[in-house]
């Protein structure tokens, strides 16, 4: 049983940077994608940008040049760095997991996709931007 563990939401300003940090504990996967998602009031999950075990990284389009994910060398900690925040950005964030490596391919794409092949999710870190 995969165990996701997010932290390092908080408040900023427009402009600001936060690192997101998710412990990835007992995962049992050789074969396996990391991914962020994330939850605005009023709007349905997104995809935000995902990793597979060998570190080749996916992004949603608007996401790209802003946040960077990335994986700890012991593969037990997903990174999501974000960077020249937006109001729009404020978002419930999410890691999530599962197997095999592919499914990172599906994060940029629609919801009923990924939505199916994602099993393993956290609980959550709050980010929000302020004008």
């Known amino acids: 049983q995969v165990q996701l563990v997010e932290s390092g939401g908080g408040s900023v300003q427009a402009g600001g940077s936060l690192r997101l940090s998710c412990a990835v504990i007992?995962?049992?996967?050789?074969?396996?994608?990391l991914g962020w998602f994330r939850q605005a009031p009023g709007k349905e999950r997104e995809g935000v940008a995902a990793?597979?075990?060998?570190?080749?990284?996916t992004y949603v389009d608007s996401m790209k040049g802003r946040f960077t994910i990335s994986q700890s060398n012991a593969k037990n900690t997903l990174y999501l760095q974000m960077n020249n925040l937006k109001p729009e950005d404020t978002a419930m964030y999410y890691c999530?997991?599962?197997?095999?490596?592919?499914?990172?391919?599906?994060?940029?794409?629609?919801?009923?996709?990924?939505?199916?092949?994602?099993?393993?999710w956290g609980q959550g870190t709050q980010v929000t931007v302020s004008s």
């Open positions: 999530a997991a599962d197997s095999p490596a592919w499914i990172c391919e599906t994060v940029a794409g629609d919801k009923k996709q990924w939505g199916q092949l994602f099993g393993y």
């Open positions: 990793i597979d075990s060998v570190g080749v990284t």
């Open positions: 007992g995962n049992p996967y050789y074969n396996y994608c």
